[in-house]
């Protein structure tokens, strides 16, 4: 299986399988001299762990990330760092009908094609387990970045229901990483509801980074944008993404999509998401990402068997009723892979 590493400079190669006895990563081009130990990569693996609450998937994982290599008394030694995480509450046993069955919208069927075999426990390497591994990763991006940069996420709609009002700080207050109280209620009277109907529901995922200098990226082929909406489309799950206004762009006009420019330089506004040209512009950078419903639901949905046989499959064991929930922390922690790679080749290019 090839494509399982991302970036140029700042390189990182995920590894391992949903019920396999490890998931892990290798982060290639870190530079040296970095602070870095399993207490700052922990916090951030602690946002998408799940079983936090009854809102996502009730496997026990308890996501302690050992530093195996790349480290040396505390301090990045700009060798390759070497980060594992132990799967511990694996249950094989729910996913015995998914190795005869395809389950519709998950990548059963696409893999058997095209590798003549998969593994079926959790999806294998499909599964989003794997985005534990990247979310370790970023947690390095973000010392690579240093303290000037701030990256932060929100699910900005569930179900369709959008937060009326976007105040960062209610975002660790709730479980859904909303930034709006009220919206947060409401949200968690739909997924019970959905629950219960034995449904999922998707939603609208937010991610911006504030401090960015302008300057990074690369016109034409390597613009900023595009390697962003990569990695973000590279996420479990995830269907589309913006940056900016961006879908909204295509019914402005002219004058309304512009963002004006005064004396210092200073935008008037930021419809562009901070990027123009596929270079940073300083302002901030913005994205939003859409979560397609979790294909595992309780309930049959039509299907074929390995034999090309017509059956139905109805998907047990645990899963997230809502899969945007966790993707907060992998989109923060995309983000941040992309602007530490995006600053060394700054850094190598221009000094």
């Known amino acids: 299986m090839s494509d399982n590493s991302f970036g140029r400079l700042l390189r990182v190669t995920t590894w391992g399988e949903s019920h396999g006895p490890a998931i892990g990563c290798v982060v290639d081009g870190c530079p040296p001299g970095l602070a870095l130990s399993e207490a700052d ?131 660790g207050r709730n479980p859904f990483w909303a930034p709006d109280a009220a919206a947060a209620q409401r949200w968690e009277a739909l997924l019970d509801e959905a629950r219960h109907a034995r449904t999922s529901l998707g939603a609208l995922v937010e991610v911006e980074a504030l401090g960015v200098p302008a300057g990074w990226g690369a016109p034409v082929y390597g613009k900023l944008d595009a390697v962003l909406a990569g990695a973000l489309m590279s996420i479990n799950a995830v269907k589309a993404v913006e940056i900016g206004d961006g879908w909204a762009m295509a019914t402005m006009r002219g004058h309304e999509a512009i963002d004006p420019i005064r004396p210092g330089p200073a935008f008037q506004s930021n419809h562009a998401g901070g990027i123009l040209g596929g270079i940073s512009t300083g302002q901030p950078i913005r994205a939003r990402l859409a979560v397609k419903p979790t294909s595992s639901i309780p309930q049959p949905v039509a299907t074929v068997t390995r034999a090309g046989e017509e059956t139905e499959q109805v998907t047990t064991g645990r899963h997230d009723p809502c899969v945007g929930i966790r993707a907060v922390p992998v989109a923060e922690a995309m983000l941040a892979l992309v602007l530490a790679d995006a600053m060394l080749q700054q850094r190598a290019q221009c000094g």
């Open 41 to 171: 990569i922990q916090p951030w693996l602690d946002r998408r762990r799940p079983g936090t609450s009854r809102f996502v998937t009730q496997r026990r994982e308890p996501d302690a990330v050992r530093i195996l290599s790349g480290t040396y008394q505390g301090r990045t030694t700009g060798t390759p760092i070497s980060l594992m995480i132990e799967n511990v509450d694996a249950r094989s046993k729910d996913y015995a009908a998914v190795a005869e069955a395809y389950r519709p919208g998950h990548a059963d069927f696409t893999y058997e094609v095209k590798y003549g075999l998969r593994d079926p426990r959790g999806g294998g390497r499909a599964s989003a387990r794997e985005t534990a591994a990247r979310v370790a990763a970023g947690a390095v991006a973000r010392a690579v970045l240093g303290q000037g940069i701030t990256i932060r996420g929100c699910v900005r709609a569930i179900g369709g229901d959008e937060a009326g009002s976007c105040d960062w700080d209610e975002t």
